[in-house]
């Protein structure tokens, strides 16, 4: 779509960082209303949710590590750090 990765990912960034904003600034979720379910009271859906999310960042961890090792990243990466 003509930008580059970096762009999208800042515009995307963006845009998650202004939702969240909005989201927050809701009066009615800071109320005592609110019931916080255990672990084991969750549906199957949240706790795929949870773990998801989870293993997503968990993966990009090791895959950045891999590319990088334990210093800066290169510029323009040709192969990996870990498998050199």
């Known amino acids: 779509m003509g930008l580059h990765f970096y762009t999208w ?16 600034s809701f009066q009615a979720q800071y109320g005592s209303s609110v019931k916080r379910l255990a672990w084991s009271e969750q549906t199957w859906l949240c ?3 949870i773990a998801s999310a989870i293993m997503i960042v968990a993966l990009n961890f090791l895959s ?16 990996y750090w870990l498998m050199s």
């Open 9 to 24: 990912a800042f515009i995307l960034f963006g845009t998650i960082i202004f939702g969240i904003a909005v989201l927050a």
């Open 47 to 49: 706790k795929l949710s």
């Open 64 to 79: 950045t590590f891999a590319l990088c090792g334990p210093g800066v990243c290169p510029d323009d990466p040709v192969g």
